[in-house]
């Protein structure tokens, strides 16, 4: 397998990552624009986009944003409302594997802020009855959640006629480098059915193994007769700001005591606190249909802002990588399926680029540990970037919390 010299990517990433005649990933390129951008001068250009879409009697809202107990929603938030001062209306997808600390977050994220929200909470025999579909035909367990967080807040702006949507970062521009934060890419049908669906929208799936179409409805993205009524466009906060979701993250714990989790397959303790599977399970089948995981995400994020050398980020990887996860069983009884039925499902999507099975069992063929200590172009890294301490807190998180199960509904507000 070829790995990009400078962070730890490898070629058969499932977003289409580019190596360069240098060995140098195409992440690793669009990420050096970061420290050549005129960002002042981004940020102007959102301050216009933003102001085109006020309401000027301040009877309606203003834009809408996908929020949950995890990733950026509070400083994305924070940015829209504070900052630019707009009144937004905030939309939740329930992605059903919840956590009690994500549901807290959110809880919080309702109250400080102040403003409206609207949740979606798909019928649970539903969700499990298209799970089981996506498991055997995607190899996933998360396909629901990624197609209910990516079209409920579009149907929400078709229905309420509001016509812009804010996102954060994509994954096509932070970690593959698919565009340019010039090409300021907006999210569309075909950028979600391509980078976030795994190619397939839910008109896909019915007839499938019984899945009819009201048992997709929730799923089903607008028309563009619908869309162009509007006018509805999405941006993405990533192309006109630096994004660093480490960053971003310790600033809404200093203002807002955002609660952190520790992961079990990575050192992130900021992303995903609102998802039993996402750093467990999910990351797991990750790791055997292409032979990395998470952590590698993140050790990659970090030693492209130069807050790890590419050693410390494999030494994460070797932590890491390897861990089985404890989650498993929750899901298996949630689905109602075998530990059997499951990973035999997983087996066949094992990129063979990357596995080989061989005197029954499967072996990696090569990993990026195998590159510990290797002449990298770390250099050219740590001369434009300033080292940190990479310190990750966890804030309020209480031991007596434990989250082994699904948390679907809890209080939605705090007085």
């Known amino acids: 397998m070829i790995y990009c010299k400078r962070c730890l990517y490898p070629q058969n990433h499932p977003l289409n990552i580019i190596i360069d005649d240098e060995g140098i ?35 309606s809202y203003d834009c809408i944003i996908p929020i949950s107990g995890g990733r ?6 924070d940015t ?4 630019y001062k707009m009144n937004p209306l905030l939309v939740t997808y329930n ?7 994500g549901n807290r977050n959110l809880a919080y994220l309702k109250t400080i802020f102040n403003c409206d929200t609207i949740e979606c909470t798909v019928q649970p025999q539903k969700v499990k009855k298209i799970t089981k579909v996506t498991l055997k035909k995607m190899g996933s367990i998360y396909w629901h959640v990624l197609a209910g967080q990516t079209v409920f807040p579009v149907n ?13 970062a994509h994954q096509g521009l932070d970690q593959v480098g698919m565009f340019s934060h010039h090409d300021e890419v907006e999210m569309t049908r075909k950028y979600r059915k391509d980078h976030d669906l795994m190619g397939y929208e839910a008109e896909d799936l019915i007839g499938v193994d019984g899945l009819t179409k009201d048992d997709l409805s929730q799923f089903f993205y607008p028309t563009n007769e619908e869309l162009e009524q509007v006018g509805v466009r999405g941006i993405y906060l990533g192309n006109y700001i630096p994004w660093d979701t480490k960053k971003q993250h310790e ?21 995903n606190t609102d998802c039993v599977h996402y750093s467990g399970l999910h990351d797991y089948i990750k790791f055997l249909k292409y032979g990395y995981g998470k952590v590698t995400d993140h050790a990659t994020r970090e030693l492209r802002w130069g807050r790890l050398n590419k050693d410390e980020a494999i030494q994460f990887v070797r932590k890491y990588q390897n861990i089985i996860p404890k989650d498993t069983q929750l899901f298996l009884d949630w689905l109602n399926i075998t530990e059997d039925e499951l990973f035999n ?17 499967w072996i990696l063929k090569d990993t990026i540990l195998n590159y510990f200590h290797e002449n990298t172009a770390d250099q050219h ?3 434009i970037h300033n080292s940190s301490e990479f310190v990750f807190k966890v804030t309020k998180l209480k031991s007596d919390v434990k989250e082994d199960c699904y948390t679907l509904i809890e209080k939605g507000y705090i007085e």
């Not at 950026?72 to 938030?77: A, E, G, K, L, Q």
């Not at 829209?80 to 900052?83: D, G, L, P, T, V």
């Open 381 to 383: 890294i740590q001369s």
């Open 95 to 101: 992605k059903h594997y919840n956590t009690h600390i």
């Open 345 to 361: 499902t997983i087996n066949k999507f094992r990129d063979k680029r990357i596995w080989e099975y061989t005197n029954n069992k």
């Open 251 to 271: 600033l809404m714990i200093k203002k807002y005591g955002f609660e952190t989790l520790p992961q079990q397959r990575t050192f992130d303790t900021y992303n």
């Open 25 to 59: 990933c195409s992440g690793c390129r669009v990420h050096e624009e970061k420290f050549t951008i005129d960002w002042k001068e981004k940020e102007e250009k959102l301050s216009e986009i933003l102001s085109s879409y006020k309401n000027q009697n301040g009877k």
């Open 72 to 77: 950026d929603s509070y400083f994305i938030v």
């Open 80 to 83: 829209i409302k504070n900052k």
């Open 156 to 168: 929400i702006a078709v229905k309420l006629r509001i016509p812009l949507i804010i996102w954060g």
